[in-house]
């Protein structure tokens, strides 16, 4: 994969289909699958010992997606469809949502199945099948893919007025850093379950000269102006996925509860001030344009014509940039001194 589309590529913790199993029910004994192989009532267990891999992915011209160089499942340039979304009552009563991944070959065939857990799966818990979807899929997986940030979250306005993202209009004028003052086009809002590998990233008070604490969803971008260059990336301009600076200290992935993420739309991809950390706004793709209302969806074909890649989505590095100790606070000082 080249480095002209690092906007597209998205990694997501997945089990292979054969780690999830049928444990009681019509089809005793078989893997996870696609919806129409499925039955009602059948009882799983993910096997002991069972870990997610990467499955890292880049959009298609159509309407699937394609599994990129960097991954840890699939092989590079076969296609992923969303096939459905399950959902299962646990034998502790809770509901858990799945998402049923198909990867096919160059001749159309099945080369593999993937479950993408929406909330963490638990070994030796027995989750039985409630719910089968095949016409919510895509929504769902877009909800995930859309960049977020939390309830509270004091995004710079025009005016310099620091407002909470939640009290935000369509219409408002929020500072950006590549274009001046732009008008929100929409706002979009989703509550999630803060668990596992959808827990948002904290990046606390002071971590990389913020006010106050910043929470994002974990693929969130932030960018990052170094007066030199501490990461050797061979540029002073940096986009950062937020979850590559988790640290445990500083930086944190915070579980426990629920997350009201809020996204804001603008006629280009826009890098904004989040708790005065420059941060990126939704970028529209195949990913997760289905998250979008129809008429928001529909103005993008006629008057949003701004989201293709932007030369800053060039300057995104690579998780082992990011490698060192405390990326953060080499990041923190290089952008300060």
Same mark, same amino acid.
């Given at each position: 994969?080249?480095? =002209?589309?690092?906007?597209?590529?998205?990694?997501?913790?997945?089990?292979? /289909?054969?780690?999830?199993?049928?444990?009681?029910?019509?089809?005793?004994?078989?893997?996870?699958?696609?919806?129409?192989?499925?039955? &009602?009532?059948?009882?799983?267990?993910?096997? =002991?010992?069972?870990?997610?891999?990467?499955? +890292?992915?880049?959009?298609?011209?159509?309407? #699937?997606?394609?599994?990129?160089?960097?991954?840890?499942?699939?092989?590079?340039?076969?296609?992923?469809?969303?096939? /459905?979304?399950?959902?299962?009552? #646990?034998?502790?009563?809770?509901?858990?949502?799945?998402?049923?991944?198909?990867?096919?070959? *160059?001749?159309?065939?099945?080369?593999?199945?993937?479950?993408?857990?929406?909330?963490?799966?638990? $070994?030796?818990?027995?989750?039985?099948?409630?719910?089968?979807?095949? *016409?919510?899929?895509?929504?769902?997986?877009?909800?995930?893919?859309?960049?977020?940030?939390? !309830?509270?979250?004091?995004?710079?306005?025009?005016?310099?007025?620091?407002? $909470?993202?939640?009290?935000? %209009?369509?219409?408002?004028?929020?500072?950006?850093?590549?274009?001046?003052?732009?008008?929100?086009?929409?706002?979009?809002?989703?509550?999630?379950?803060?668990?596992? =590998?959808?827990?948002?990233?904290?990046?606390?008070?002071?971590?990389?000269?913020? +006010?106050?604490?910043? @929470?994002?969803?974990?693929?969130?971008?932030?960018?990052?102006?170094?007066? /030199?260059?501490?990461?050797?990336?061979?540029?002073?301009?940096? &986009?950062?996925?937020?979850? %590559?600076?988790?640290?445990?200290?500083?930086?944190?992935?915070?579980?426990?509860?629920?997350?009201?993420?809020?996204?804001?739309?603008?006629?280009?991809?826009?890098?904004?001030?989040?708790?005065?950390?420059?941060?990126?706004?939704?970028?529209?793709?195949?990913?997760? !344009?289905?998250?979008?209302?129809?008429?928001?969806?529909?103005?993008?074909?006629?008057? &949003?014509?701004? %989201?293709?890649?932007?030369? @800053?989505?060039?300057? *995104?590095?690579? *998780?082992?940039?990011? #490698?060192?100790?405390?990326?953060?606070?080499?990041?923190?000082?290089? =952008?300060?001194?």
């Amino acid at each position: 994969m080249s480095d =002209s589309k690092p906007a597209l590529i998205q990694s997501l913790p997945v089990y292979r /289909s054969a780690l999830f199993n049928v444990v009681n029910g019509a089809n005793l004994g078989d893997s996870i699958s696609f919806a129409v192989e499925l039955d &009602l009532d059948d009882t799983y267990e993910l096997r =002991s010992g069972a870990t997610p891999v990467r499955l +890292s992915l880049e959009t298609s011209g159509d309407s #699937s997606f394609v599994v990129a160089e960097d991954t840890r499942a699939g092989q590079p340039g076969q296609r992923i469809f969303l096939d /459905s979304c399950l959902t299962f009552m #646990s034998s502790r009563g809770a509901t858990q949502e799945l998402l049923v991944m198909v990867e096919v070959d *160059e001749r159309d065939d099945v080369a593999d199945v993937y479950a993408l857990p929406l909330a963490p799966l638990e $070994p030796k818990t027995e989750y039985t099948l409630v719910g089968i979807d095949t *016409e919510n899929a895509r929504t769902k997986f877009a909800q995930v893919a859309c960049v977020s940030f939390s !309830r509270g979250t004091r995004i710079t306005m025009a005016s310099g007025a620091q407002t $909470p993202i939640e009290d935000l %209009h369509i219409g408002d004028r929020v500072l950006t850093r590549d274009d001046g003052p732009q008008t929100v086009r929409w706002i979009g809002a989703s509550t999630v379950r803060a668990i596992g =590998s959808f827990a948002p990233i904290c990046i606390r008070a002071g971590a990389l000269n913020n +006010s106050n604490d910043l @929470h994002v969803s974990p693929d969130h971008r932030l960018f990052i102006y170094q007066r /030199s260059d501490a990461l050797g990336a061979g540029r002073h301009e940096l &986009l950062v996925r937020a979850r %590559h600076l988790v640290n445990g200290t500083t930086i944190i992935q915070q579980d426990g509860g629920f997350m009201d993420y809020f996204q804001i739309l603008f006629d280009e991809h826009q890098i904004i001030y989040a708790e005065g950390i420059a941060a990126e706004t939704l970028f529209v793709d195949t990913r997760n !344009r289905a998250a979008l209302p129809d008429d928001i969806d529909a103005a993008l074909a006629r008057a &949003l014509p701004g %989201h293709a890649p932007r030369a @800053h989505l060039d300057f *995104e590095v690579s *998780e082992k940039l990011l #490698s060192h100790p405390d990326a953060a606070m080499l990041l923190k000082r290089a =952008s300060t001194l």
